[in-house]
């Protein structure tokens, strides 16, 4: 008997369905903002957490509790005492977790968990807290990020050739690649002009922001191959854990952030992203 191969879209239907389930949900708490948007990074952030533990630190208890610490001082610190102290309250976590892993098995993963979940929060409720364009920079990173995610499947499983990295990710091809960055730009042209009127330098933000989110997917396959995991988890159907379903949107995330904060000399961070 040969090989068992899994149809091309084999798993575009559970696919469809979490995304179907999920984006409202995201959506809506990215409209409402304050506590709302809050309450949903702070989840995602905790999730992130639990998963990171289970995969690197073998489910320690003691890890979980900092890992999931840093994640909810990103989300919660970030509105009430900002950005300064809030990253100092996460370094502090990071020099403690990393005291109480030193003798642990996990090699260098073991001090990459707390950056990972709690700069992504950071970073959105950074982006979000902008009055101005806050919200519409949310939707625009959003959006650009799923283009990306959409534009690298469909383009790869469509036209296939060369893999990208097989090492890594299996998968992946270099069609798929070029795929979601052209995707991605074009998206974050046409989003920002009817947003702020701007088109060739969103479109050039939303290539440079594709490249970042493959590269936060790339990292995440790295982590599940290090490890001899299929998926980060299985909370959600089709896309394995919450990790797998927010790699490259945490990635796009802390590097827009870092755009628009050197954009920004008010702090306005949306406003440093958008506005060209």
């Not at 959409?150 to 890594?168: S, T």
């Not at 974050?188 to 490249?211: K, N, W, Y």
Request: aromatic fraction near 8%.
């Amino acid at each position: 008997m040969g090989p068992v191969t899994i149809p091309r879209w084999g798993d575009l239907g559970l696919r469809v369905v979490s995304a179907a389930a999920l984006i409202p949900v995201v959506l809506a708490a990215l409209w409402a903002g304050g506590a709302w948007f809050l309450l949903l990074i702070a989840v995602v952030g905790v999730a992130m957490a639990y998963e990171w533990t289970a995969i690197v630190h073998a489910r320690s208890a003691t890890q979980f509790v900092l890992h999931a610490a840093a994640a909810l001082s990103g989300a919660i610190l970030v509105p009430n005492v900002g950005i300064p102290i809030t990253l100092l309250v996460i370094f502090l976590l990071l020099l403690l977790q990393s005291y109480l892993a030193r003798n642990a098995q996990a090699g260098p993963w073991g001090y990459l968990g707390i950056p990972y979940v709690a700069l992504p929060p950071v970073a959105l409720m950074s982006l979000r807290a902008d009055p101005q364009l806050g919200l519409a920079a949310m939707i625009w990173l959003f959006a650009v990020t799923w283009a990306s995610d959409i534009g690298a499947y469909f383009v790869g499983r469509m036209i296939g050739g060369p893999k990208l990295i097989p090492a890594i990710s299996p998968n992946k091809t270099w069609a798929g690649a070029v795929g979601a960055i052209l995707i991605s730009a074009l998206v974050a042209a046409l989003l920002a002009r009817i947003l702020t009127g701007a088109v060739f330098m969103p479109a050039l933000l939303g290539a440079v922001l594709s490249i970042v989110a493959q590269a936060g997917d790339l990292f995440k396959s790295l982590l599940k191959r290090r490890h001899g995991l299929k998926d980060s988890g299985d909370l959600i159907p089709g896309h394995g854990g919450v990790i797998d379903r927010v790699d490259g949107l945490v990635a796009a995330a802390v590097a827009a952030s870092l755009i628009g904060a050197m954009r920004s000399g008010s702090g306005a961070i949306g406003q440093g992203l958008l506005a060209w």
